[in-house]
Structures are given as structure tokens and as C-alpha cells.
């Protein structure tokens, strides 16, 4: 079965420190995975996809098949980054969904 | 360019009441069109998508029904709502090719009493 698991719910971390958001993804065939972000009062919107291989807002997730994870990165933290983001799988084998994770609220703290 | 839109923004209806949630995209043809359900702690959970007019697949059995009378538009309704309805809904459109971006629209909260 497909699934995306995001362990936390909650990542506090102040201004200028690393952050990491996990994401571990379960699927048997060829996914895409995807970050999604939701700032305060503003829709739901793609922040980047693995197979674009490039940096968002600084922003870098890299595609680990072995560990199966996605994991979403930025060296410094800035509170802009302050939101809710999701990570989400599309399987390459003809289907159109997203299966979403649960979603981790990140606080950037001043 | 492309805008989707969902409207109400907001409704608060009795328990039992009807249900009708609209959403319409411009400025494209022939996108594929979602219906999520977004709840607290839970993420976004899929309940319809639809890749044609008329052609609708229902990802979770429940006490809702989407249509596609139009392209560009896509309805999600209920007959007889149920407290466990409330939530925030959003819709969200995709190119018809696999693994596309979807773009969400505003969504709607709904609270049934």
C-alpha cells in the first residue's frame, strides 16, 4: 500500500539553526515525491519535487530509495519559513493521485 | 493563466441538511480535478478525483458524492450531512499527465451542527 509518514507533528527551531523535516514514503513501484507548503493564510502550494533536483527558498530534499525518504532540509532556518508543510508520493504507474503525509508545522522562532 | 475557485469560503449548516461544495478552474482544458479533505493532525486525505467530465473515482467510502457536470467544474455534495463532515475542503486541479503538480484552490470550512 502507499504511504507517506511525516513523524512530526511539530519542529521548533530558532532563526539561523539547520532544519530537517522527515519524510519516509512506503510504495513497491517508481514514486515521485513531492514538497508541499501552506503559509498562514495562503493556499496549499508546491514547494519542490525531487525530480527537479533543485533548491526552493533554500530549501533541498534529496530521494533516498534505500531508506525509502525525502527528507526536507534548509542550513539556516528563517521565520518565513514559519508554515505547515507535507510531504506527498505520485506513483509513476498511471495514476494521477498524491498521497499525502500528515503534515509537520514548522516554527521558526526569532 | 490558470486560477481555480472555491466557493462558499465558509458554511455552517444543520446536521441532515444537503450539501453542495463548487469549484471551478480557468484558463485550461481538460484538467484532472480533486476533492481533498484537509482535518487537524490528519494531513489532506483524497476523497474524489476526476479525469474527464462525467468520470468520477471515489478514493473513500463516506456520506459524500462529487460530480463533473462541466470540464472545468467539479461539485462536492451530500444529501444528508453528517456531524463528522465538518472540515476544510479543497479543491485542486493537475494537467492531465501522471505525476503533474496540483495547484489548490482557497477551500471551504465547513461546520455542521
Known amino acids: 500500500a502507499q504511504r507517506v509518514t511525516q513523524p512530526e507533528k511539530l519542529l521548533s527551531v530558532f532563526k539561523g539553526a539547520p532544519v530537517e523535516l522527515k519524510c519516509n514514503y512506503s510504495?513497491?513501484?517508481?514514486?515521485?515525491l513531492f514538497w508541499y507548503v501552506q503559509y498562514s493564510r495562503q493556499r496549499l502550494q508546491l514547494l519542490l519535487r525531487?525530480?527537479s533536483r533543485e533548491s526552493i527558498k533554500g530549501f533541498t530534499a534529496d530521494l533516498n530509495k534505500g531508506e525509502t525518504s525525502f527528507h526536507l532540509k534548509k542550513p539556516f532556518a528563517q521565520e518565513e519559513d514559519s508554515a505547515m508543510y507535507y510531504c506527498?508520493?505520485?506513483?509513476?504507474?498511471?495514476?494521477?493521485?498524491?498521497?499525502f503525509g500528515s503534515g509537520t508545522r514548522l516554527l521558526v522562532r526569532p | 493563466s490558470q486560477t481555480i475557485h472555491q466557493w462558499p469560503a465558509t458554511l455552517v449548516q444543520p446536521v441532515g441538511s444537503p450539501l453542495s461544495l463548487e469549484c471551478t478552474v480557468e484558463?485550461?482544458?481538460?484538467?484532472?480535478l480533486y476533492w481533498y479533505r484537509q482535518a487537524a493532525g490528519r494531513g489532506l486525505q483524497l476523497l474524489f478525483y476526476?479525469?474527464?467530465?462525467?468520470?468520477i473515482s471515489s478514493e473513500v467510502p463516506q456520506n459524500l458524492s462529487a460530480s463533473r457536470p462541466q470540464d472545468r467544474q467539479f461539485i462536492l455534495s451530500s444529501k444528508k450531512l453528517l456531524l463528522s463532515d465538518s472540515g476544510f475542503y479543497l479543491c485542486?486541479?493537475?494537467?492531465?499527465?501522471?505525476?503533474?503538480?496540483?495547484?489548490f484552490g482557497p477551500g471551504t470550512r465547513l461546520t455542521v451542527l
Open positions: 484558463g485550461t482544458s481538460n484538467p484532472n
Open positions: 510504495y513497491s513501484g517508481s514514486p515521485e
Open positions: 485542486a486541479w493537475s494537467a492531465g499527465l501522471v505525476g503533474s503538480e496540483q495547484f
Open positions: 476526476s479525469v474527464g467530465i462525467g468520470q
Open positions: 525531487h525530480i
Open positions: 506527498a508520493l505520485s506513483g509513476m504507474d498511471s495514476s494521477y493521485k498524491l498521497i
